[in-house]
């Protein structure tokens, strides 16, 4: 009996608080578990699923429950193989006396991810889908959500596997040509194959660059705060994350190392890095403490220049080619409101009010709605897996065209289209290892 043949079962619903909680089985013998723990004959019917009210005796002291049982007898389920679903009362002890009745009966309790890991073996979704049910479990904002569904419904893995098909299909004119090279047949031309490499590139090019990697906040587009010494820079950070990521004092130098955290404007993750005050370094830290403000500078997709409101009228700042929005901190110091500077496109904060802080926020995310392009590519943990196999395959097909256009043999075409075609398959999971799939749905709860 293989692994996917065990009956298995778990909690599926939230550890919440919720009218209604779920428990799911699945595996061939779910529905005569099932059956053998009620006192009434389950009222199947062959082919189609059915929702069924059932009575389901749990241990002492809980007594029989009443709920409904959703049971697919066939393979037309989520993991593709018979399963059930018990809609209890949403009480965590009680669905876990669930658990343990139907574990008494000859079901095993579940591994985290194992009922997405069956659909995924079942040919019901592509390992990226696999990664989107867990996308769309951990969203935490609205546009990561739209993202993992994008890439649950075949977002990811419709252009990757049409890509394949194309890709399978010139190797296999080319391998039929090499069956006939005696014979000097041409199934497929010089310029007809470098064409479709290009093509194929072209396309894998676009799907690697949407392919951000956000598991990693390294990667995150960084936002630079920038300014003299005691401009309120660090506490100005920290009212716009929300966090006390950075020390703020009165004395001027505080912040050396530049210090980060995330935020999110306007559904945009974005780093955001406090950097020491702009001033001539007059020791080596100083030094060291300037070069990692304009290192963090250079890499800013926006740039916050903050200005102290109580040192007087700002400065003309210069232009510069990265994004830079002028920010007036402190406003809160001062006698009245700075209309003046405001009309001349600085934006008046106080972190200690709240004043303007919401304004900012929104200047920030309209300056990443048009240098960040939306990133439709995958949810984290495809990127984090997948971008290795993507650079593998690109590189192959760039190989092909290089040997195909130096009028190479065919025969090297054809062999690096395999490694290519060999990357696209881990990527979608035509090809897979035990070792990729335990890193995938361990990372999943139990009970999905
Ligand atoms: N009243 C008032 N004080 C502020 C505001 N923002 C910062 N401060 C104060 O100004 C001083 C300097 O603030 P920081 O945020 O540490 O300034 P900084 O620009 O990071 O300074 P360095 O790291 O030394 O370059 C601290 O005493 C803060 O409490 C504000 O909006 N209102
Ligand atoms: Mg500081």
Known sequence: MSVTDETICAVASAPLGAAQGIVRVSGADAVAILQSVLPQPLELSPQASRRLPIDLPLAQPLGVVQGAALVWPTNRSYTGQPAVELHLPGCLPLLDAAVETLVHAGARPARPGEFTLRAFLAGRLDLTQAEAVLGV???????????????????????????????????????AGLDFVEEDIEFISQAELGGALDGALQELSTIRSQMTDRSSTADLPLVVLRGRPNAGKSRLMNALAGSEAAIVADVAGTTRDPVHAQASFGGHQVRLADTAGMETGRNDIEHLAQTAGLDADRRAVVRLV??????????????????????????????????????????????LSGEGIERLKQAIA???????????????????RCSASLDQAIEAIEQARAVSEAGGGEELVAAEMRIALTALGEVTGEIYTDDILDRIFSRFCIGK
């Open 137 to 175: 479990i951990d969203a935490d904002d609205q546009r990561s959500l739209e993202l993992a569904l994008d890439q649950l419904a075949g977002g990811l893995s419709a252009p990757l596997s049409r890509l394949r098909g194309r890709l399978l299909d010139l190797l296999s004119h080319l391998e």
């Open 306 to 351: 903050c200005w102290d409101a109580t040192d007087g009228p700002p400065p003309a700042s210069p232009a510069d080619s990265t994004p830079t929005l002028r920010v007036q901190t402190k406003v809160d110091l001062l006698p009245e409101q700075p209309s003046e500077a405001e009309a001349e496109g600085w934006i008046a904060t106080s972190s």
């Open 366 to 384: 309209a300056k990443l709605d048009q240098t960040q392009h939306r990133d439709t590519g995958s949810v984290a943990g495809t990127a984090a």
